[in-house]
C-alpha cells in the first residue's frame, strides 16, 4: 500500500505554497483560484493528508476543495505551528519554509489532531455575522474609551457610536433571521436560552458552536472555548492555573457576559457565593460559573433537554 503523502500548504490572498514532507515533489506555488486547486488536486495520490493554517477565508477555498475529493485536511492553529517553529530552531519565515514546516508537523502530529469537517452555508453565515458583531461592538467599546476625554466633539463621538450601533443592531436583526429559519433552529435555541443569563446573542453564539463540531462530552466543548484551566506544575510547585483561552475569543466573552447576568439570579447565585467564599476574586468565580454554563448549555443540547435547576450539580 502506498505511504499517504503529507502535504503543506501556506496559503495567501493570491497564491498558495505547497510542500511535500516526503519530498515527492519540488516547493511550488499555486494560484489561490478554484480552477488552479482544482487541477493541482487532481494531481494528488488517493489518501494524501492536506495541511494549512487558518487564514480567515483564504484557506477556505483549498479546505472545501481538498475534503470533497476526498483527501484528509487539517486547518492548524497559527499559534501552534509558530512555536512548533520555534522548537525546531526555525530562523526565517518564508512563504517556502512555513509551507515546509506544515508539512513536516502533520507528517509527525497527525494522529492526535482533528481532521477538517466543513460547515454548511448557514453554519458558515451564522459564524461570520457572530465574528463581525463581535469585530463591531469591540471598536465601539474602544470608540468610547479612546474619545472619552475629548471635548467640543460630543456630537460626533455620538454620532459615531449610533452608526456603530445600528450596525450593530442590523446584524442582530439577521442573526435572529437566521435562527428563525427552521424549526429545528428555534427549539434548539430555545432549549438553550432557559439556562439562566442565556440571552439571544449567546443563545445564538451557542448553537453556531455545538452544531457546527460534534462534541463527545462536556470537557470536549469547554476545552473548546478556551475556558479549561491550564496548570503549570513541576516536581513539588503547583503554578498557577490559567485559561488555555484556545477557542474563539468572542464565544469566551459571551459566556462570561452570560455569567455576569446569571450570577444574581436564584439559579446561580449560591454557586458563585460560594466560589467568592473560598476567595476566589470576582473574575475568577466567574469564570468557574461561565464554565459551568457551557457544560449545561452541552448537556441540553445533546440531549435536547430543557433547563431544570433540580438537575443541576454544584460546581
Excluded at 480552477?35 to 472545501?64: F, K, Q, V
Aim: hydrophobic share 40%; charged share 20%; aromatic share 6%.
Amino acid at each position: 500500500m502506498q505511504t499517504p503523502l503529507n502535504i503543506g500548504a501556506d496559503v495567501g490572498k493570491d497564491q498558495v505554497m505547497v510542500a511535500c514532507a516526503q519530498g515527492s515533489f519540488a516547493t511550488h506555488p499555486a494560484p489561490n483560484r478554484r480552477a488552479a486547486l482544482l487541477s493541482w488536486l487532481r494531481t494528488l495520490p488517493a489518501g494524501c493528508r492536506i495541511a494549512m493554517e487558518a487564514t480567515g477565508d483564504y484557506h477556505r477555498t483549498l479546505a472545501d476543495l481538498a475534503h470533497g475529493m476526498g483527501f484528509v485536511v487539517y486547518v492548524l492553529n497559527p499559534k501552534d505551528t509558530r512555536y512548533y517553529a520555534k522548537g525546531l530552531g526555525r530562523r526565517a519565515k518564508t512563504d517556502r519554509v512555513d509551507a515546509e514546516l506544515i508539512a513536516r508537523y502533520i507528517a509527525h502530529e497527525h494522529p492526535g489532531l482533528h481532521p477538517y469537517v466543513p460547515s454548511s452555508p448557514q453554519q458558515r453565515l451564522l459564524d461570520q455575522t457572530l465574528r463581525r458583531r463581535a469585530h463591531l461592538v469591540s471598536m465601539r467599546v474602544a470608540l468610547l474609551a479612546t474619545t472619552q476625554e475629548l471635548r467640543g466633539l460630543e456630537a460626533e463621538r455620538q454620532a459615531a457610536v449610533e452608526h456603530l450601533s445600528l450596525l450593530i443592531a442590523a446584524l442582530e436583526a439577521r442573526l435572529k433571521q437566521l435562527l428563525e429559519a427552521s424549526q429545528e433552529q428555534q427549539q434548539a435555541i430555545w432549549r438553550l436560552r432557559s439556562i439562566p443569563g442565556v440571552g439571544p446573542i449567546v443563545g445564538a453564539a451557542l448553537i453556531a458552536a455545538l452544531q457546527r463540531l460534534p462534541f463527545t462530552t462536556a470537557d470536549a466543548f469547554v476545552a473548546y472555548t478556551g475556558l479549561d484551566p491550564r496548570p503549570c506544575d513541576s516536581g513539588k510547585k503547583i503554578g498557577r492555573r490559567r485559561l488555555s483561552k484556545r477557542g474563539p475569543a468572542y464565544l469566551r466573552c459571551l459566556l462570561f457576559n452570560a455569567a455576569m447576568a446569571g450570577c444574581s439570579t436564584k439559579t446561580w447565585r449560591s454557586t458563585y457565593q460560594r466560589h467568592r467564599q473560598r476567595g476566589l476574586s470576582t473574575t475568577q468565580a466567574l469564570v468557574v460559573l461561565a464554565r459551568k454554563i457551557a457544560r449545561v448549555a452541552w448537556s441540553l443540547h445533546h440531549h435536547q433537554a430543557t433547563f431544570d435547576p433540580a438537575k443541576t450539580i454544584a460546581a
